[in-house]
């Protein structure tokens, strides 16, 4: 019978069946961190029980550190006890950690890819719902809750209801300056941010066979912006070049014979998935959000809906009042006060080349703050390497330690209220950056050339 890859993985992990509707599905990797996994170790103490599998487990401190002084005691009491907390519990329970000083430390979602940690037929899951970049790689990766944590710390398995299948198909080139992020915002704009609840979601057609890991990573790491429970995008050359030769990745005969397998790991022709929808890749440009969730996008050139036109008037009006915006503005020329780039949507070396590039002889506005954060260690190292840190620092960014930083306001990274953001993150929500910070989505393109001219802009119009 025809699959889709998300059948054939799901399929190979299925421990036992419980009844009809849930299934015992085996765990190749867990990440943790600092904030979802306290509870669950707690969890384990409580049963006196060990952690099953210690060495499919990755830890590493992101959410809450700080992304400057790195080497300094942390300063909010919070913070730094969940860090210690996790520094305390993977000792204890003999767990990998890349803390905060480590070489390979870096934000979750960033670090498994860079380190061959990630790779294709896998099933992954973290205390964290953009679990689902991994999906990039052609697995199925998915965030979990507190409680999941401590089953799979207890058994390496968790009792899982199958999604539905969904696959969004999108053709053709890209305009110069239209990035994956603007890809990815541009479908969330069209399916809502709820509409694809329920579902798994498989990236297919030219434009993403095209794309680098690190652009398919942007992808699949928003897929839960629409509500699905996850992305993925088939394994290809692209993806098996990616992995060869990191550190963790099979070796010599190994990596032969998983590329054996990993070439089994696709759609076949006639498989059919529950939902279809398709795109062209020209009908796509610059995006930016106007609203307080990542389904409230635009296009650069296109006027904020009015109430008449928008499918929930209450939510549009509740939004715009947050945002101190209006119904059929034009977003191009609003000045913000604020650029952050990073997380783990577009923290990646590929995003600080395109923005060094980018601003490389420009100067920031004078009234703009930009902060340039790496998603690891390695990213900034390689950054250091290559000079990026110097174009920063010449047109007045501030290139900072790696960690989740403003993407979300659990550290010290906060937007004031009332101030403007364009951030390269994955979520706009109501104080998401900080109470009262008013956040805008764009691709990292958009967010540097907002950052020059200290408004927003369409990008394009310096790269024709």
Request: aromatic share 8%.
């Amino acid at each position: 019978m025809a699959k889709t890859l998300f059948d054939k993985i799901w399929d190979a992990h299925v421990v036992k069946d419980i009844d009809s509707t849930r299934q015992v599905v085996y765990i190749d990797r867990h990440f943790i961190h600092e904030v979802t996994s306290p509870q669950a170790f707690s969890g384990l103490r409580n049963r006196n029980i060990g952690l099953f599998r210690t060495n499919q487990t990755t830890a590493t401190a992101d959410h809450n550190v700080p992304t400057l002084n790195q080497h300094l005691p942390i300063k909010d009491p919070l913070s730094r006890s969940q860090v210690d907390a996790l520094s305390q519990n993977c000792k204890e329970f003999g767990v990998e950690l890349y803390q905060l000083g480590h070489e390979l430390q870096g934000i979750v979602h960033v670090i498994g890819p860079e380190l061959g940690i990630t790779r294709p037929g896998m099933t992954i899951v973290c205390g964290d719902s953009h679990t689902s970049t991994h999906g990039a790689f052609g697995n199925i990766a998915f965030g979990i809750g507190t409680s999941q944590v401590e089953q799979v710390f207890a058994s390496q398995c968790l009792i899982l209801s199958k999604p539905k299948t969904m696959r969004i198909t999108v053709n053709g080139d890209l305009q110069k300056g239209v990035t994956a992020k603007d890809v990815i915002l541009y479908i969330i704009s069209k399916l809502t941010a709820a509409g694809g609840t329920g579902y798994f979601v498989e990236y297919a057609g030219s434009t993403f066979d095209s794309m680098s890991m690190e652009e398919r990573m942007t992808i699949c790491n928003m897929s839960i912006e629409m509500g699905a429970r996850g992305g993925m995008i088939a394994p290809d050359e692209t993806t098996f070049k990616y992995i060869k030769g990191r550190k963790f990745a099979p070796k010599g005969e190994q990596y032969d014979q998983a590329i054996r397998y990993w070439s089994t790991l696709y759609t076949d022709a006639d498989a059919v998935f529950d939902v279809e929808h398709s795109y062209e890749a020209a009908d796509i440009g610059p995006m930016l959000t106007y609203g307080t969730n990542p389904g409230m996008g635009i296009q650069v050139s296109e006027h904020i809906p009015n109430a008449s036109e928008y499918l929930d008037p209450k939510q549009l009006t509740k939004s715009l009042d947050y945002m101190g915006l209006q119904e059929g503005q034009l977003l191009e020329g609003q000045e913000i006060q604020h650029v952050f780039i990073g997380s783990c949507t577009n923290a990646r070396i590929e995003d600080l080349r395109s923005v060094a590039k980018f601003v490389d002889g420009k100067q920031k506005a004078d009234h703009v703050q930009v902060w340039i954060v790496p998603g690891s260690k390695q990213v900034e190292q390689q950054a250091k390497k290559e000079g990026l840190d110097k174009v920063f620092a010449n047109a007045g960014f501030q290139l900072r330690e790696p960690g989740c930083s403003a993407c979300l306001g659990m550290n010290e990274d906060k937007v004031p209220a009332g101030d403007y953001c364009i951030s390269t993150s994955n979520r706009n929500f109501e104080g998401r950056q900080g109470p009262g910070a008013r956040t805008i989505l764009a691709s990292p393109l958009s967010a540097a050339a907002a950052a020059i001219e200290g408004k927003i802009v369409d990008v394009r119009k310096y790269l024709n």
